[in-house]
């Protein structure tokens, strides 16, 4: 229950993607009949993502994950000549990749405005709308949160960003497979994705450039990827990552109802038997698979560690920075008090999830809560 | 990774509690931290008769408190004094790198037990 | 025969890293047991391909490619700082992944020389050690040439890179698996690799960094791979790689023997059935699966379709910049003449070739030449 | 990626040659560009009654030449003048994105083949 770490490669992605190891190898730049099959390879993937999200083949880039998609939409908008002073809007809540980008940037000489989110975890357009200066170049706000599954208002950013003439980048890796995402409908200029959160496989994302948005590549080397992106291609990887795109929008309907149905439940049954429990985020304005909790008086790490032993598995903060101490960013910047921002856990469902899973869930983390406040509280001997 | 034996602990903790008419009380941390670590010790003839634990903390912090109160437990208070926070470590099966540091705490609130003790008494 | 663009992953190869796409998915970073699977193979993985170069597992940083190894060496050394002019040498021949980046670095306001090389394709020692100036900081030159194959003495160049107290790096994407590899027999700080030249899977590569070189990474994320290539880790990808990189020092002793023999044979071969014809590079200090030819009088594509056509798969220049119709930097680089320049075709032998396919592959040869001679000479009607 | 068709042409290129006492020879190119492609024209009546070339180049500069030579063989000088890129092209079925440049050089030089054969004449 730890999907938006990562997820395993669907079957169907699997078949896909195996012939393309083996008999199929080639590399899409060769010119020869073994390249040619990679190269169609290529374009067709290329499509299939395009049309998972409203885009044109043209507007698609593969890179090597979200990180390197996030990337390549900060660093390749903002200027790399030396005393150019040039800003940038984004939202206390990102994913470390845009981030810890922005302080690289501002490393540089950049400015970045870190806008607040509420209570709820929801960027405040008005703040957003006063941090335009003459110099801001680019607004980069993440379609949904990693660890809160909080939806952000994309299209109202979008508005913004076009009558103040910016770029509009939105890091939409959470959000692809759960909610719909059409570049048009949310109005971005860059939309960054990642295979490995929709059951397709690691080491490949993308990231969709729109038409006349000029950016400067991060990597050097041959001309892949227009030049964008070089290194031979990842055909394998460009193949599972079509496949999976294509799957989910496929299957967004049916699953996002399964998993919202479950989650809610969820929801119901740890209010209905833990107390001293805080639902993280927006209510209604969130994933459908996202839940995330925190416990007074219980410290992540260790309840993480008590569901590990009962076969559950997620996450504490972010996966991604569970190795440091540190409270999460995201729980900080919604100003979770101090005795639960420390036990909070995201919960965070696949298609595969059933109902007695849920029960099952609801069961440990009861037990498991229990036995955590009774080594920690005092007043619990 | 966890050791095996780390697990173990953490998993079924001995001398949880509090020692409600304890001779010293130590407590190192705080929630804003995210851990805290409470000691309490019970002396007889310089002797750590009873030695119980609250641990709001990590794996590593519930874990190595256990093994203090194992460990101290029985001990002189010149003995318990003596142990080292490689004696935990090493009492748990090894830590995770960059773990090390938690494993202190424990220890720390032990010492900061017993120093309550000698306080009171004197 | 194409093995140098790129190569069909080894079955073995495929059986260690299937697991890792479906049941063992976890994420290196979770806290939680399937995470925990993943961050052992992480690690075996990397002390995998440490040995196998001489390194150590904390020398090893995952990358996506050969070309973002690259990259982080270059781009990592050099410092972002405005104003600050450092320079760099490498050679004319070095793969577009270092010489792009190189031409960034110029646009970013440092220095390059690029230190030409012989008739053989061999850097002058020479010039690189007048290169040498007091803002050097780094010296970059390949171990094994892609194109004609040819053998960096890297060894003599740490040399000059040590006395000078500069950072040296070699791209040995093309030199792992064919040749002994050993950072410390090399002298090199650093050293890039790709996994799919060498039967492993696409991408994903490897940086190696000598321990106290200190690099700043080129994208920003998560604190993966030490900070220096942030993204979740491409675990299937890793586990392909390590794997991959073992099989081939394993094998490497018979497999160059193998290959060098038929590559032997097709040089004799060609030689002596076809007229007006040179073999680019250096006679024995080269790759031992390398053979290139030019053709006087033949145009590369023309020649590479028609073998194409007789399912023989070469390459043309290099892959990477076989869309242009340029004549390639490399057979420029060592003054090929014009008659022979558009006509140079690279054979790269693998392992499982055969002497019946090298036969068949001279056969061929000698009709196609013959053919677009007819084609294109006016001498022959 | 090529047309079935460009590569039949390509692999049996017709009228490849050289016409001995040509009546017009046109030649565009130059070895260090890497194409060089020359048709050798006879003319009786106004009408080309042969057409033969030599190319060397790519997969697009043979196939575009053997094409024009079919494409202007038995037609009047007028007719073959007449004679576009796309009608190349389309008689090729297609070529791929980014060589459409080079279909260009086989029409050029049978142009230059005519002018060499009006320049004679006149
Ligand atoms: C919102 C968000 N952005 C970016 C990333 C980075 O993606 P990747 O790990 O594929 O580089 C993640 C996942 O960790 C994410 O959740
Ligand atoms: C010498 C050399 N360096 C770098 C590269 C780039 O490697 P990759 O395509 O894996 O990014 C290649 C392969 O194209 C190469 O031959």
Not at chain 1, 191 to 213: D, N, Q
Not at chain 1, 231 to 245: D, F, H, M, R, S
């Amino acid at each position: 229950m730890d999907h938006s770490a990562t997820t395993p490669v669907d079957p169907l992605v699997m078949d896909a993607m195996l012939p393309y190891f083996t008999e199929r190898f080639g590399n899409a730049s060769s010119l020869h009949s073994f390249g040619q099959e990679a190269a169609e390879a290529l374009s067709d993937s290329r499509s299939m993502v395009a049309e998972s999200i409203g885009a044109r083949e043209e507007e698609i880039i593969f890179t090597s994950g979200g990180t390197e998609s996030d990337n390549i939409a900060l660093q390749g908008v903002l200027s790399r000549e030396a005393g150019k002073r040039q800003h940038i809007i984004t939202s206390v809540i990102e994913h470390p990749a845009v981030l810890n980008t922005c302080s690289f940037l501002e490393g540089m000489g950049h400015e970045v405005t870190y806008v607040p989110v509420d209570s709820e975890g929801i960027v405040d357009l008005g703040e957003v709308e006063r941090a335009v200066r003459d110099n801001t170049v680019l607004i980069s706000i993440m379609h949904a949160n990693n660890e809160i599954g909080t939806i952000q208002p994309v299209k109202e950013i979008a508005g913004i960003a076009k009558e103040n003439d910016l770029y509009l980048h939105t890091d939409a890796v959470q959000s692809v497979g759960k909610i719909p995402v059409d570049v048009n409908e949310l109005g971005v200029d860059m939309l960054s994705m990642s295979s490995h959160k929709i059951h397709g496989p690691k080491g490949i994302g993308a990231l969709y450039v729109r038409e006349g948005t000029t950016l400067d590549p991060v990597i050097f080397g041959g001309g892949h990827e227009r030049g964008l992106r070089p290194g031979t291609e990842n055909i394998p990887g460009i193949v599972g990552l079509a496949k999976a795109v294509s799957l989910a929008s496929e299957r967004l309907g049916t699953d996002s109802v399964h998993m919202k149905n479950l989650r809610d439940s969820l929801t119901k049954s740890v209010f209905g038997t833990i107390s001293d429990v805080r639902l993280n985020g927006h209510s209604t304005q969130r994933l459908p698979n996202n839940a995330n909790f925190s416990f007074r008086d219980v410290e992540g790490e260790s309840l993480l560690m008590m569901l590990d032993m009962a076969g559950i598995a997620v996450s504490t903060g972010s996966a991604c920075s569970s190795r440091s101490l540190h409270s999460s960013h995201v729980l900080t910047s919604i100003g979770l008090e101090p005795d639960y921002i420390h036990g909070s856990v995201r919960i965070s469902l696949g298609r595969e999830n059933t109902m007695d899973e849920i029960d099952h869930l609801t069961g440990v983390l009861q037990e498991t809560v229990a036995k955590l406040r009774q080594i920690s509280s005092p007043g619990q001997c | 990774m966890y050791s095996r034996k780390t697990i173990e602990e953490f998993t079924n903790p001995k001398n949880v509690g509090v020692i409600e008419d304890a001779d010293g009380v130590g407590e190192v941390g705080s929630t804003v931290d995210g851990d805290v670590i409470t000691m309490y010790v019970k002396v007889k003839d310089d002797v750590l008769t009873d030695v119980k634990f609250k641990t709001f903390g990590c794996v590593v912090a519930i874990s190595t408190s256990t093994m203090v109160t194992q460990l101290a437990k029985g001990k002189t208070i010149e003995e318990a004094l003596a142990i080292s926070n490689e004696d935990v470590q090493e009492a748990l099966g090894g830590l995770p790198e960059g773990k090390g540091r938690c494993s202190g705490f424990a220890l720390d609130a032990l010492h900061k037990a017993i120093e309550d003790y000698r306080n009171k008494k004197a």
